[in-house]
């Protein structure tokens, strides 16, 4: 064990730049301090990070189990035994009388490595379904698919943070880090003033726009064609790296005539882009000797998420901006462990070490370090959005760790209505989530500061948690919790509690996988401020791929012809708006913890809707005036708030909170046909006075 005494270098809770804090322990909390050593963050935390030891101690926090007093009746403590009994016997009757799929398992991108892991494992030897996925399908897994698509292998971003500076031009495509991340502002601040020019694409003037040397505000849904106007403008103008492209990519020709279809003026139309600032931002991109594409939720969380992402990477292969120092595309990844979370096996279609559940050389290795047949194991499964749909109808329990779907998920009243059906619910928990409030046990789990573990954060930099403090005495761990449930349901063995000799076996189970993490022990991530993988034994990690070859079969990175299309709901005469949808710097994802934390919450204690002074003026609407949005899936209200920040036709909520002002009442779960996420960030709306 690594020592508790005085302050402890760990990571901050919440997102996925992983912020380095030391804690100290005091009065029976931990007191946040400066952690200048670490490269990423250099010590600057945001509010959240500051702030986060207040759910430690919050009196909201769950201490207890919680098991449900007969159908309808309420949430009583019981003992641990009582709960995982509970839980063991709800899953084990529906096995028995529904067969394995009946048992959905939904994950978080907020569980460390170890515990994604144990759950993935757990969900396929203990539980035998195909029926897990996680939140993080909601977070970037439309990157993840593209970057798979074209350079054979998704690490959010193929380079360190510290590259950012150093790059001539970075277009920054629907991310915010002055409000999701704010210390990772400082990496466009020093690209300027290096003399390197920052653009970026919202369609609102965030506090990160307001950076930009030039800022293109796209009607939302239209970042595809933004891209392929943008190829458009490099091919016209005669700067594709025509060596570049011969020598390390595939699939140019289909590329370029896609292009060529969507000249200037038409994607002028499609985007509300300017021409000339079309032929600006190519002119930026292209200046330098290397830049950057960096992109988020913005053109990931659409229905054609993928491909968005894919005509982005066209643009960085065309112009040899891909596979070379200081250049290339990446994606900033939102969750605590969206990196980590996606590698282990709680995504529906992967094994450990971002191995595919359909390769028979994978499934037999996995299966052998895990000391089962390979023909046991489960096929692929639903993805998240699909899973929430089938509970009550072919999944009838789950076990849910790390999520609040209820609030998070898009069509959040549906989903909520999918809950209440299921026959049994059971979930771990620090506090009791709107989701937690309906299950039928209720398992109250340490949080990151009292429990070791590692994550992976944005970078791809495995990184430790150390235990700080001493969870209150009613509380256990995730690990603990399946280990208790596999025994309940015959697993002696294989479920063991201490992170390090889980980590020890996600380290053999990933060893040759894409994502290896065979080289990377505690004790090196300890002294090296985090490893990069993929890391075999013997490895130093690797902080930058794709630098000699793509990890495609043949090494070359592969353009992929996408073409514009519409988003799934385009605005009519009865939903004439469009809605996009994001966070507040003071709120984290559903809110289930940072909504416990006094100072966030008076910082941003509630939803609200952006509009445009044209639009405010138009329905006839005051600042603060109570707001009715209505979409095809349900009906939210919010008070107003006029920026001109905002386009004319679009309309913007936070998505943080629960009850009459939930965003996710509206979303549209219309998906990607590859990466089978959401379409959060566009949907069809009304706005009138509520
Ligand atoms: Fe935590 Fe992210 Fe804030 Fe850093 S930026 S302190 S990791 S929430």
Same mark, same amino acid.
Request: hydrophobic letters at 40%.
């Given at each position: 064990m690594h020592s508790t005494q005085g302050a402890i270098p760990t990571h901050c809770p919440y997102c996925a730049l992983q912020c380095g804090m030391n804690l100290?322990?005091?009065?029976?909390?931990?007191?946040?301090?400066?952690?200048?050593?670490?490269?990423?963050?250099?010590?600057?935390?945001?509010?959240?990070?500051?702030?986060?030891?207040?759910?430690?101690?919050?009196?909201?926090?769950?201490?207890?189990?919680?098991?449900?007093?007969?159908?309808?009746?309420?949430?009583?403590?019981?003992?641990?035994?009582?709960?995982?009994?509970?839980?063991?016997?709800?899953? %084990?009757?529906?096995? !028995? *009388?529904? @067969?394995? /799929?009946?048992?959905?398992? $939904?994950?978080?991108?907020?569980?460390?490595?170890?515990?994604?892991?144990?759950?993935?494992?757990?969900?396929?030897?203990?539980?035998?379904?195909?029926?897990?996925?996680?939140?993080?399908?909601?977070?970037?897994?439309?990157?993840? %698919?593209?970057?798979? !698509? *074209?350079? @054979?292998? /998704?690490?959010?971003?193929? $380079?360190?943070?510290?590259?950012?500076?150093?790059?001539?031009?970075?277009?920054?495509?629907?991310?915010?880090?002055?409000?999701?991340?704010?210390?990772?502002?400082?990496?466009?601040?020093?690209?300027?003033?290096?003399?390197?020019?920052?653009?970026?694409?919202?369609?609102r003037r965030t506090r990160t726009a307001e950076l930009a040397d030039l800022h293109l505000a796209p009607r939302p849904g239209t970042d595809l064609a933004l891209a392929l106007g943008l190829l458009h403008l490099v091919v016209a103008e005669g700067r594709t790296d025509a060596e570049f492209i011969a020598a390390r990519t595939t699939g140019w020709e289909d590329t370029r005539a896609a292009a060529m279809a969507h000249w200037p003026?038409?994607?002028?139309?499609?985007?509300?882009?300017?021409?000339?600032?079309l032929r600006r931002a190519v002119e930026l991109f292209c200046a330098p000797e290397a830049a950057m594409v960096l992109t988020a939720r913005g053109p990931e969380q659409q229905a054609k998420g993928t491909d968005t992402v894919g005509a982005w990477i066209n643009l960085c292969l065309a112009t040899g901006r891909a596979g070379r120092p200081l250049s290339g595309y990446g994606c900033l990844t939102g969750q605590g462990n969206g990196q980590g979370g996606r590698e282990h096996g709680q995504k529906a279609d992967q094994l450990p070490g971002y191995r595919r559940l359909t390769d028979p050389a994978a499934r037999e290795h996995v299966a052998r370090v895990w000391g089962v047949a390979p023909e046991t194991l489960p096929g692929p499964g639903r993805s998240a959005y699909e899973l929430l749909d089938a509970l009550g109808t072919d999944v009838k329990a789950l076990l849910l760790m790390g999520s609040n779907p209820v609030v998070s998920a898009p069509r959040a009243a549906h989903v909520e209505e999918r809950v209440r059906s299921l026959d049994f619910l059971a979930v771990a928990d620090v506090v009791l989530s709107e989701t937690a409030a309906l299950a039928d046990v209720v398992l109250p789990v340490t949080q990151w500061a009292e429990e070791t573990g590692t994550t992976t954060n944005l970078e791809g930099r495995v990184l430790l948690r150390r235990r700080a403090l001493t969870p209150p005495p009613g509380v256990r761990g995730d690990l603990e919790v399946l280990h208790g449930l596999a025994a309940r349901l015959g697993l002696e063995k294989g479920f063991p509690t201490d992170p390090e000799e889980v980590f020890a076996e996600l380290r053999r189970a990933s060893e040759g996988g894409p994502a290896d993490y065979s080289g990377i022990s505690y004790d090196r991530i300890a002294a090296e401020q985090g490893v990069f993988w993929p890391c075999p034994e013997g490895s130093p990690g690797t902080p930058r791929l794709f630098l000699d070859r793509f990890a495609t079969e043949d090494g070359r990175a592969r353009f992929a012809p996408v073409t514009h299309r519409e988003a799934a709901e385009t605005p009519d005469a009865a939903y004439p708006l469009l809605l996009t949808t994001g966070r507040v710097v003071a709120q984290y994802q559903s809110g289930a913890q940072t909504r416990r934390v006094p100072e966030l919450n008076d910082?941003?204690?509630?939803?609200?809707?952006?509009?445009?002074?044209?639009?405010?003026?138009?329905?006839?609407?005051?600042?603060?005036?109570?707001?009715?949005?209505?979409?095809?899936?349900?009906?939210?209200?919010?008070?107003?708030?006029?920026?001109?920040?905002?386009?004319?036709?679009?309309?913007?909520?936070?998505?943080?909170?629960?009850?009459?002002?939930?965003?996710?009442?509206?979303?549209?779960?219309?998906?990607?046909?590859?990466?089978?996420m959401p379409e959060f960030k566009v949907c069809a709306v009304r706005v009138e006075p509520a």
């Open positions: 100290r322990p005091a009065d029976g909390t931990v007191a946040v301090e400066e952690r200048a050593g670490f490269p990423v963050n250099r010590g600057a935390l945001c509010g959240k990070g500051r702030t986060a030891p207040a759910v430690l101690s919050s009196r909201v926090r769950l201490t207890e189990p919680l098991v449900r007093t007969g159908p309808g009746g309420p949430l009583a403590p019981a003992t641990w035994d009582e709960a995982l009994d509970a839980v063991a016997a709800g899953l %084990a009757r529906t096995r !028995r *009388a529904h @067969g394995p /799929d009946a048992v959905g398992v $939904f994950g978080g991108g907020g569980l460390t490595n170890e515990k994604a892991y144990a759950l993935g494992k757990f969900a396929r030897i203990a539980l035998g379904t195909s029926q897990i996925d996680y939140n993080g399908r909601f977070c970037m897994s439309s990157s993840a %698919a593209a970057h798979q !698509r *074209a350079f @054979g292998l /998704d690490r959010g971003l193929p $380079f360190p943070l510290e590259d950012i500076p150093r790059t001539g031009c970075v277009i920054l495509v629907g991310s915010n880090p002055a409000e999701t991340m704010p210390p990772a502002l400082r990496y466009l601040t020093e690209l300027k003033a290096n003399g390197g020019t920052l653009v970026v694409v919202d369609p003026e038409l994607v002028e139309r499609i985007t509300g882009v300017p021409v000339p600032r910082a941003a204690p509630g939803p609200f809707v952006e509009l445009h002074p044209r639009l405010a003026a138009r329905l006839g609407v005051a600042d603060g005036t109570p707001l009715a949005v209505t979409s095809r899936r349900g009906r939210a209200v919010a008070p107003a708030r006029i920026t001109d920040a905002i386009r004319a036709d679009t309309v913007f909520m936070p998505f943080h909170w629960y009850g009459e002002g939930r965003a996710n009442t509206l979303t549209n779960p219309a998906l990607d046909p590859v990466s089978r």
